[in-house]
């Protein structure tokens, strides 16, 4: 066994996040793509069409609004397809995930994070998940 030190282990971002849309990666077997709530937030422009009549020809102008927030999703690979054929039933589901691992192409789609996983006696997957149902983006302490 190789150890760590208590530092290097502290590096470690693990979260828990929640699963919002999962679908197979084109082309293979075993890739889920999944897209994880951590309860990060990002401002988007939104805008709205104006249309008036004050011509003989209506013209629209496009009027800016204030920012909205909405949820931050990160994507994540995992080869676990082969284990959930209904892989749609993830969606709401709570893991662990490692979140500050550096983003890498697997198949041709970006994952930036790891499922965290133990092997169950039937050689199946068991997620790591809280007993209860947590903020989305908890970090492990």
Avoid: W
Wanted: charged share 30%; proline share 5%.
């Amino acid at each position: 066994m190789e150890y760590v030190s208590y530092d290097e282990f502290k590096k470690m971002d693990m979260r828990v996040g929640t699963i919002r849309a999962v679908e197979p990666v084109e082309g293979t077997d075993k890739l889920l793509k999944c897209q994880i709530d951590f309860g990060e937030f990002e401002a988007v422009e939104l805008s709205a069409a104006v249309t008036s009549d004050e011509s003989a020809e209506a013209s629209t102008e496009i009027v800016a609004e204030a920012p909205a927030l909405v949820p931050k999703l990160r994507q994540i690979v995992s080869g676990i397809r082969e284990f959930f054929p209904e892989y749609e039933k993830l969606v709401g589901k709570q893991v662990l995930y490692i979140v500050n691992l550096e983003p890498r192409m697997i198949r041709g789609v970006e994952s930036r994070g790891m499922l965290m996983a133990v092997d169950g006696k039937d050689g199946k997957p068991v997620f790591l998940s809280p007993e209860v149902e947590v903020n989305a983006g908890s970090h492990v302490r």
